[in-house]
Structure formats: C-alpha cells, structure tokens
C-alpha cells in the first residue's frame, strides 16, 4: 500500500463533507 498524503487526505475529507450536504439537502427535499 502507498502511504497516504496530507493532499490526499484533505481531497478525500472534502469529497466526503460534499456528499454529505448534498445527500442531506436531497433527503430534506424528499421529505417535504
């Protein structure tokens, strides 16, 4: 295995936090 960049932590950590905020303004917008 590769070791894992600082970069490529803070790409993954973003990637995650935007899916994250999506999914819960889909969810809200099911919902209503």
Known sequence: MTPI???Q???ILL???V???F???LGK???Q
Request: negative net charge; without cysteine; hydrophobic residues 50%.
């Open 5 to 7: 960049s600082d970069s």
């Open 9 to 11: 932590i803070i790409v």
């Open 15 to 17: 990637s995650v936090f």
């Open 19 to 21: 899916t994250g905020v």
């Open 23 to 25: 999914a819960l303004r």
């Open 29 to 31: 917008e099911l919902y």
